[in-house]
């Protein structure tokens, strides 16, 4: 009965959430609008796009019914300017996400705390050049789906790798910054990154607070006593488990 | 169900042609904002080690009902089957599988918490205010049955000053929570606290010293579970 589970999506989880990301499709088929539960569906008429769910697109796609549009950003051209940003431009860090599609108006709306899979990065007109969070697992989903609605699917294929791999890399370099703890971001990470690395990014953060918990006991005993009275109201009896 | 939705669905019978593509983005309806409240809480519930409180605004309850009644359209369905409707049923049922699992997933996620540190979800009101009715009264049982065990094998021949499960003579409790300052991944929604949109301060505590910092909306950081738990807990940040 209880999920035996560690904490943290897994990576077939992940990719679930990945597959409520909207892709546009091209129908082939009339298809009347479907009243699901999370609303109602458009009513598919050739040859106009549609906005679909990518669960309900690889639906209609593997009963060849539809065609996905692959998202700007998947393109080659697109893939190889993220590369070269990540490798030439920004050695270190990931380059940025996408910018927020929905800006913030005075007016509390609910668009205001969205995040993805909800955001329509990965539709037809999505901007380009950036990758969106769920960026590997809907390029690995798309290219083992429709790889005939892509242009130049190897190259496509190689350079995910590619950028799967530098950005690897990086991931497992801000563990470096871990070991003062605090906050360390992670701008422009993707969903599938955060679960490969969590066990690993987790245990180190976990392991290092411990072996410095006296070290941290001491300096906040050091800072209250030295009496600049900043206030700290933490209470700090760090408990040892 | 409420007013809202009935006239929701009354609007959309009569109005075949409002469905287009347009309406179908902006639809924030009940339906759409229901999904990505609960996929939000089943990825919060995953995704730390600490058991979150019950949405108190009647979501589950609300999806349960949802998926009941899809269930009973899809049988309504099934009576007059042909090729056409065929294809249709399919789309549903996958649609309702979807929400299923996120439902079940996150209950599960839940009794696994509960089973792990039974003790210490009902050893305090603000804690015992967390679970829903049903949970309570799960954890309630769960721990009557194990202490009844446990005096049957083992307890009921300890001295009768050994037998808590519950003791927190000397200054150290026997019941154990969980790791208050494991590691987390959360992503920044922006806060409204200074009037207009911005980034959310998180206050992280260091082993050389401690800092403010402002993540952006949208930007996914590293933190102690106990530096951003309030910020979870208020809406401002969520869990990835």
Not at chain 1, 153 to 161: C, I, S
Not at chain 1, 200 to 222: N, P, Q, Y
Not at chain 2, 162 to 175: E, K, P, R, V, Y
Request: charged content about 30%.
């Amino acid at each position: 009965m209880a999920l035996p589970l560690p904490p943290g999506l897994t990576p077939s989880e992940v990719a679930f959430v990945c597959e409520l990301e909207m892709v546009t499709v091209v129908p082939r088929q009339q298809l009347k609008s479907h009243d699901l539960l999370s609303g109602p569906t458009p009513a598919l008429r050739p040859p106009h796009r549609a906005p679909l769910p990518l669960w309900l697109a690889l639906l209609l796609k593997r009963q060849r019914r539809a065609n996905i549009i692959p998202p700007p950003w998947l393109l080659p051209t697109s893939l190889e300017r993220i590369l070269r940003y990540e490798t030439e431009t920004s050695p270190s860090a990931f380059s940025p996400p996408p910018p927020h599609p929905h800006t913030v108006s005075v007016l509390p709306s609910a668009t205001d705390q969205m995040t993805p899979p909800f955001l329509p990065s990965s539709t037809a007109d999505a901007p380009s050049g950036h990758l969106p969070y769920h960026w590997l697992e809907l390029g690995e989903i798309l290219l083992e789906a429709c790889s005939d609605d892509i242009p130049d699917p190897d190259k496509v294929r190689t350079l995910l790798r590619d950028l799967r791999e530098v950005r690897m890399a990086k991931m497992r370099a801000s563990t470096k910054e871990l070991e003062g703890g605090g906050v360390v971001s992670l701008r422009g990470v993707g969903a599938m990154e955060v679960a490969e690395g969590r066990q690993f990014v987790v245990g180190v953060m976990d392991g290092l607070r411990k072996l410095g918990a006296s070290r941290e006991t001491e300096r906040r005993r050091r800072e209250e006593e030295g009496g600049d009275g900043d206030g700290n109201s933490d209470d700090d009896d760090m408990e040892m488990e | 169900m409420d007013i809202s939705d009935i006239l929701l669905g009354l609007s959309r019978t009569h109005d075949p042609l409002a469905e287009d593509d347009s309406q179908y983005e902006d639809d924030l309806g009940s339906g759409q904002a229901d999904l990505q409240a609960l996929t939000r809480a089943w990825i919060n519930e995953r995704a730390t080690i600490e058991l979150l409180s019950w949405p108190k605004d009647g979501l589950i309850e609300r999806v349960i009902d949802r998926v009941k009644a899809q269930i009973e359209k899809v049988e309504e369905l099934t009576g007059d089957m042909d090729p056409k409707t065929n294809f249709s049923l399919i789309i549903i049922q996958t649609e309702v599988e979807r929400w299923k699992f996120l439902i079940r997933s996150f209950l599960r996620a839940r009794i696994a918490k509960i089973d792990k540190h039974t003790l210490h979800y009902l050893s305090t009101p603000e804690l015992h205010a967390r679970l829903s009715e049903m949970e309570v009264a799960y954890a309630t049982r769960h721990q009557q049955l194990l202490h009844e065990h446990y005096l049957g094998s083992f307890l009921g021949s300890f001295p009768q000053n050994l037998q808590n499960l519950n003791d927190t003579a000397g200054g150290i409790s026997m019941i154990g929570g969980p790791d208050q300052e494991s590691g987390v991944f959360v992503r920044g929604l922006g806060s409204r606290e200074f009037g207009d949109q911005s980034g959310v301060v998180v206050k992280g505590r260091g082993r050389d010293e401690d800092g403010e910092v402002e993540v952006e909306r949208g930007e996914v950081v590293v933190a102690r579970w106990s530096d951003v738990k309030d910020l979870v807990e208020r809406g401002e940040m969520e869990l990835v």
